[in-house]
Nanobody, 117 residues
Framework: QVQLVESGGGLVQPGGSLRLSCAAS????????MGWYRQAPGKQRELIAH???????NYADSVKGRFTISRDNAKNTVYLQMSNLKPEDTAVYYCNSGPGGRVIGSWGQGTQVTVSS
């Protein structure tokens, strides 16, 4: 069964850091462009970063310079290192296939990131 499980979210103060993880199973992870998405209350889900099988990355302007996406194909895991967090980063974060790819499995529950004093 195809599965993506996000973890690592939590409550953090502005300026703080978190690292999110996404554990993948049930498909050939190393062949897929993977992305991180987020959805804030009352807003649409948006793509914020993606990484190709070879490790090339791309970021939305809102997170560029603050977030880093990476992957470990041997562990079937994609990561999102988040630094200099802002209240505007508060959202549920999800992983899935990147731009142009079909959704892998379901979106699941994601992991909540809350940035607040």
């Amino acid at each position: 069964q195809v599965q993506l499980v996000e973890s690592g979210g939590g409550l953090v103060q502005p300026g703080g850091s978190l690292r999110l993880s996404c554990a993948a199973s049930g498909f050939i992870f190393r062949l897929y462009v993977m992305g991180w998405y987020r959805q804030a209350p009352g807003k649409q889900r948006e793509l914020i970063a993606h990484i190709t099988p070879g490790g090339s990355t791309n970021y939305a302007d809102s997170v560029k310079g603050r977030f880093t996406i990476s992957r470990d194909n041997a562990k079937n895991t994609v990561y999102l290192q988040m630094s200099n967090l802002k209240p505007e980063d508060t959202a549920v974060y999800y992983c899935n296939s990147g731009p142009g790819g079909r959704v892998i499995g379901s979106w699941g529950q994601g992991t909540q990131v809350t940035v607040s004093s």
